[in-house]
């Protein structure tokens, strides 16, 4: 069966310091990938997805970046936080291709709070 | 600009009533849709995902579709304490990576 995994699970960082949120899936090969951010009683945004190895598609404008340097590996990153970067950080993966019953499963999510 | 509008809630039913949730959405192209329930604090799960018009039944749980009206809707019988969390509706985008658009979701609150 297909594990997914985020780290770490709560992280509090300082305005202005750098992130590195880390991703990986188990028991599958080639998924698609994507990070999300929910904020505080708000739905879920989509920040990024991949299709494969090294290849990005960023949903909107940020300081943030991902990357994704082995198959089952999502990395997202960002060099300075923003109070406006807190909130709760999803990683989801989906079989790869594309079909009317594609699904997502989300990892545990990591609880990010910036001061 | 697809997206995907639900009504934020909180809903209340008493334990035992029907909760029905909605959801609309603004891209006809749009095939899938997919529900998930989230409880505070946790990651979302999938509850169950329609194509095709018309209902769809697994347990307590009817999602129903009708394109031509562009709504979705989440059916939940019998309704538990446990039910009580934030339902999201969700659509799904073709030839983007398979990626979900997301609606706001709707707070649901099942008193004892």
């Known amino acids: 069966s297909q594990t997914i995994h985020q780290w770490p699970a709560t992280l509090v960082q300082p305005v202005g310091s750098p992130l590195s949120l880390e991703c990986t899936v188990e028991?599958?090969?080639?998924?698609?990938l994507y990070w999300y951010r929910q904020a505080a009683g708000r739905g879920l945004q989509l920040l990024f997805y991949?299709?494969?190895?090294?290849?990005i598609s960023s949903e909107v404008p940020q300081n943030l970046s991902a990357s994704r340097p082995q198959d089952r590996q999502f990395i997202l990153s960002s060099k300075k936080l923003l109070l406006s970067d807190s909130g709760f950080y999803l990683c989801a993966w989906k079989e790869h291709g594309q079909g009317r019953r594609d699904t997502q499963y989300f990892g545990p999510g990591t609880r990010l709070t910036v001061l | 600009q697809k997206e995907v509008e639900q009504n934020s809630g909180p809903l209340s039913v008493p334990e035992g009533a029907i909760a029905s949730l909605n959801c609309t959405y603004s891209d006809r192209g749009s095939q899938s849709f997919f529900w998930y329930r989230q409880y505070s604090g946790k990651s979302p799960e999938l509850i169950m995902f329609?194509?095709?018009?018309g209902d769809k039944e697994d347990g307590r749980f009817t999602a129903q579709l009708n394109k031509a009206s562009q709504y979705v809707s989440l059916l939940i019988r019998d309704s538990q304490p446990s039910d009580s969390a934030t339902y999201l509706c969700a659509a799904l985008v073709y030839n983007q990576g398979g990626k979900l658009i997301f609606g706001q979701g709707t707070e649901l609150s099942v008193k004892p």
């Open positions: 991949s299709v494969g190895i090294g290849q």
């Open positions: 028991g599958t090969s080639n998924p698609n």
């Open positions: 329609i194509y095709s018009n």
